[in-house]
């Protein structure tokens, strides 16, 4: 057994054996007696459902269930709440029942995990920290008697009401036996994901925005779910350039040209994501690298925005330039939809050989979601059938994997301003559940199984 995989089910075990009378306790937890919340699979990656039940509970009783999370070094508290209606035998199936107020409503199994969000008292616009592939996200439920929301929840006294029954679940980005690969290969930096046994299997590079930085927790669930996956930073990360504007096409190339050759990968193509910025890298990537065969582009332009795209010391693309005049703020935060007076050169996506999944959110604050229009009505005809456009009404510019909590406005690193990102929290939820299925297929049906 790897040490790492003997670590982290240690890590699950410890919290699984701690009970009162010293047995181990799995699947639900009763602090008064009678009353149990079940959870299965308490253990879970972050893409899977998981199916919560309630019981114990008289006929017809009113029940709130809550869910708390802390998150990032700062220890921000992140709640959710659904109020219930046992059913005549006192039993209530979150799958089957409907919540009538809270954080959501209506019939939602995963409402009380997507529906986090910055708990009353806790900076409001903060982004749910998800940088992390050795741990879980914990989730603590707790039920109470009566149909309570946050603000009972959290009230000013800081006291929690007393909870019927808790449990804590566990949520991965990372399967145990998937090998994490710290990457220096030349200019190249990173992280690569392996699934378990000895391939080969299906490439896929995965890049994120303007933040920078190394955030592998994509790649990591890509790999989880059958894909040799590499999250590629291209700036703000150890030897990278510490400016978004200091990053040539040379990198992106040198990136494909070693991932494609890796020996556990199929040799026939691979497979590009990136959101936001990094989708416009993508674009370029599936334009200027015949190994590029499938390519996710999620909330990104059709064009380079924040500078040209340079090669080797000449101008590949001529990008526009953003005016950031002070009607673009607003009391949400930066607001960059109509933002771009110049369009510079298109993405000429047309040259390579490319299918590509193009995933629109209709209210991002970002990017407008016409853009990929654009785009696509620039291609030749005959190019026009390997593009699908698949967009998505009320969802915000954070596309995220599934379940993950909405955030309509955090602070950019780079920037230093607060961005509104949009998004409606149920539109976004059903769409983030939607377009990772979607992105999967693609992904599957796409890369060749080429030895």
């Known amino acids: 057994m790897k040490m ?11 919290r699984h054996v701690v009970s009162g009378n010293g047995q181990q306790v799995y699947f639900s937890s009763d602090v008064n007696a009678g009353q149990s919340i079940r959870v299965e699979p308490r253990v879970a990656l972050y893409d899977d459902k998981v199916d919560i039940a309630l019981s114990g509970f008289s006929s017809h009783e009113k029940v709130t269930v809550h869910g708390q999370s802390v998150n990032g070094e700062k220890k921000i508290l992140f709640g959710s709440c659904g109020q219930y209606i046992a059913d005549e035998n006192g039993f209530v199936d979150v799958t089957k029942q409907p919540s009538h107020g809270g954080t959501y409503t209506g019939v939602e199994p995963m409402g009380i995990v997507w529906s986090l969000q910055p708990a009353p008292g806790q900076p409001q616009q903060t982004r749910m920290a998800i940088n992390f592939t050795n741990r879980p996200g914990l989730i603590t439920l707790n039920t109470y008697a009566g149909h309570l929301d946050l603000t009972d929840i959290y009230g000013e006294s800081g006291i929690q009401p007393s909870s019927l029954a808790s449990i804590e679940i566990e949520r991965w980005f990372r399967h145990e036996d998937v090998t994490r690969i710290e990457i220096e290969e030349g200019n190249v930096r990173g992280a690569l994901f392996l699934p378990p046994g000895d391939g080969p299997f299906q490439g896929v590079i995965d890049m994120f925005g303007s933040s920078g930085g190394l955030i592998e927790y994509r790649a990591a669930l890509l790999a989880s779910r059958g894909f040799a996956a590499l999250s590629l930073p291209y700036f703000k990360y150890k030897d990278l350039p510490a400016n978004l504007l200091d990053q040539g096409f040379e990198y992106f190339e040198e990136a494909v040209n070693w991932f494609s050759k890796h020996p556990k ?8 994501i990136g959101v936001s910025k990094g989708a416009e890298y993508v674009l370029c990537m599936s334009a200027y690298c015949p190994q590029v065969t499938a390519a996710v582009s999620i909330n990104g ?7 040209d795209l340079k090669y080797k010391g000449e101008v590949l693309l001529k990008g526009s330039e953003i005016d950031l005049r002070d009607e673009y703020f607003t009391d949400d935060g930066l607001i960059l939809t109509d933002a771009y007076p110049t369009r510079g050169d298109l993405i000429p996506i047309w040259k390579g050989k490319a299918k590509h999944l193009m995933l629109v959110s209709m209210d991002d604050g970002q990017v407008n979601p016409e853009s990929y229009q654009v785009l696509y009505d620039a291609c030749p005809e005959e190019k026009k059938k390997d593009i699908e456009i698949v967009r998505y009404p009320g969802a915000g ?18 920037f230093g301003v607060v961005m509104y990102w949009g998004g409606r929290p149920k539109e976004h939820a059903h769409a983030q559940e939607d377009s990772w299925q979607k992105t999967l297929e693609f992904l599957r049906e796409n890369i060749p199984k080429t030895l």
Do not use: D, K, W
């Open 397 to 414: 510019h954070l596309l995220e994997p599934p379940y993950n909590a909405l955030c309509r406005a955090s602070v950019n690193r780079v």
């Open 265 to 272: 990968i199929y040799q026939g193509g691979i497979g590009v």
């Open 301 to 307: 332009l059709f064009n380079m925005c924040i500078g």
């Open 4 to 14: 790492e995989a003997c670590s982290r089910r240690l890590y699950t075990l410890a």
